[in-house]
């Protein structure tokens, strides 16, 4: 491939899209096989016959069982290995499996820190049921049920997890504008995206908020008017 020198002394090669692609023999008739390659003070000659070559399928269950006949047609004829042979099929595959293995990473990352984030609610949940003992006692007394208490404290939970989780919304929006603004990378965010982080925040404040919210509607009224 040509290379192409710019003014900053780096050397880039020649992009792919200026190539042009002719017939095998219409290229045969007018360069020849031989190549000359002319450097400083020397002249390289060299024979090539082909550069590379395109195999196309009739359908995508081919490829794979064409790959090995290929190469075992190429090795017969080729007794040192000067050649490469590439499948796409196989390089998207080991695209898919390699995203595939990135997504599992990031979801265990983000399962350990929802984990955290609910442990530290339910202890911040038990806490106010320790503070708030004597309130609940009154509310015993004045003829409050228990659903009633855990309702309560099963809502404040709730509203705990999804502020929380809009922030993060708001943080996970701004982001990829400001890394588009900066780079050339594209990001993308979806709605679907917005409203599973706002369903896992709430789903976060139910799951770890009906401990402390049974345990507050479990409590003795006469017991819980007696804290101090």
């Known amino acids: 491939m040509p290379e192409q020198r710019t003014q900053a002394g780096q050397i880039e090669g020649e992009p ?6 002719i017939p095998l023999s219409t290229a045969r008739s007018r360069f020849g096989e031989v190549l000359i390659r002319r450097q400083a003070g020397s002249i390289e000659i060299e ?18 069982a064409a790959d090995p006949q290929i190469k075992a047609l190429l090795s ?8 490469e042979t590439i499948v796409p099929l196989q390089l998207l595959r080991q695209a898919e499996q390699t995203k595939r293995i990135f997504n599992i990473v990031l979801g265990s990352i983000a399962a ?16 106010t049921v320790t503070e708030r003992t004597r309130e609940i006692g009154v509310r015993r007394a004045l003829g ?3 659903r009633h208490i855990t309702l309560q404290f099963l809502a404040e939970t709730v509203v705990l997890s999804v502020g929380g989780g ?14 588009s603004h900066l780079t050339t990378m594209r990001t993308i965010v979806t709605p679907w995206s917005v ?3 706002f369903s896992i925040s709430g789903a976060v404040g139910i799951i770890f908020g009906l401990y402390p919210a049974k345990s507050a509607a479990e409590l ?7 804290h101090e």
């Open 16 to 21: 792919l899209d200026n190539n042009v692609y």
């Open 47 to 64: 024979k090539v016959e082909l550069h590379q070559l395109t195999i196309q399928m009739q359908d995508v269950a081919a490829v794979e």
């Open 76 to 83: 017969r004829f080729h007794k040192k290995t000067d050649y």
């Open 112 to 127: 350990i820190s929802l984990l955290v984030g609910g442990i530290g609610i339910m202890n911040i949940m038990l806490a």
């Open 144 to 146: 409050a049920k228990r």
């Open 166 to 179: 809009l922030i993060g919304v708001i943080v996970g929006i701004i982001a990829p504008l400001v890394v």
């Open 195 to 197: 409203l599973l982080a």
């Open 220 to 226: 003795d009224p006469i017991e819980a008017l007696r």
